[in-house]
């Protein structure tokens, strides 16, 4: 054979057999961890953290493998105190309760004395130092006067509260003595999108370990603190037993603590976010208590209707609503309507940055707040008082639901307003400084009614028109065009705050 066609035979083989190696490679499933590859798909994933091209992801069998063992059981124990104890978020609303404090694998035993029975229920936590320190929530060891930790290894250890914050349901407690535990790895909740597949591991119904998998249905859900509240929900599967137990991506990292359902779908769970958490480690691991900054205003975002009604000149940023008296922001001559747009010149594009970079400061330290007032932009230093705690709101001494069943109003904003007496402002412990009219009347089918409008508030002004009788209410309402967008500013007895609303008007 002749020596060049032997050359060419064996160049044309050697390029086929690069050829069919680059595909077959090109078709290679992902490394898993602890294989050949795992720390390449370690760095681009790391990668991807830092906002390039996502890497493979793990399988969930995978994830489980990894972080499965720092998953721990939270046993709490404690003794009746007068009555069944009952998470907030049952006394808040109704709609959500929490997977320990209303039921979960809690079971009252015979402690020998029948007037004073043990209260216990089971929650979830997971390990984050090797030494013993594990996350999980507030509410599941809550005034419980012994908690006794389950390790995967069967292991069944007491534990103590190094610290516990009930505004965002967060606690921190440590089994003593031990070294070399398995460790949840912690991710960014920052990076994480709807739509994105989560697991949960936890102990629901007293099945231990056991695994759900879903994706991030919703980000920032507001349920018990407007303020505060920033949930992930999810559709992965979360039963009584699972609070206090990781919320964990693809990646391996635990993004959020489980911490609620509702009581009325399924598949709706709630986690919060991790970052919550590492925001208040060292608070809580140093002094076993959370502080917080706090201004003593009630903002709501600026958005298109607000702007159009009250003709602000930003379309960006947090209204102020209401100023509590002797607040803070009462002594730095906050105002309502006021709009903060800048904190430390950092510009605020709305209420959650502001109060969230607010709640971050430390009590006692001054904040610089820019605010356009009137169309004029100023600027004042406010000293920083310590947040109050959460509390439950008084009752509704006169509020009464709408009866969707009475027939509609004719005035043109859809609800019916008369003057306050003596009687009234008594009864509803309505303060002097609150000049307006009662709303008696609210039509179900109407803008108002969508706005929030409630029977039992007090409308104060009319695109800042103050409204001090029922003449002048009808007589500014009738004023109004089909099409209007009205800013109303009403006054909420039962929770003692004022509040924006818009209504736009529609044409009767």
Known sequence: MPRRFTYVTLTLTAVVAFLVGAILAGGRRPAIAGGPDSKNVANRSAGARRGGPPGPALNFADVVDRINSAVVSVDASSRARGGRRRHNSDEDDPDLFDPFDLGLGRRETDSGDRNDPTRRGSGTGFIIDADGSILTNHHVIDRADRI??????GRSLKARVIGSDRDTDIALIKIDGQSGLPVASLGDSSLLRMGEWVCAIGNPLGYEHSVTVGVVSFLGRKLFDASLDDYIQTDAAINFGNSGGPLINMRGEVVGINAAISSHATGIGFAVPINVATVILDQLRSRGRVTRGYIGITLRDVDADLEASLKLPVNRGALIQDVNHDSPGERAGLRPYDTVVALDDRPMTNDDQLIHEIASRAPGSSVHITFVRDGRQATVTVQLAERPG??????RAGAAPVDRNKPATEEPLGFVVRDLD??????????????GVLVTKVEPMSASFDAGVERGVVLLEINRQAVESAAEYRRLARAARAGDVLALYIYLPDIDQRRLVTVRVEDR
Do not use: A, N, Q
């Open 390 to 395: 959460r509390e439950k709101e008084r009752g």
């Open 422 to 435: 003596r009687k009234t402002i008594e009864h509803l412990e309505i303060p002097r400084t609150i000049h």
């Open 148 to 153: 006794t930790v389950k390790l995967s290894d």
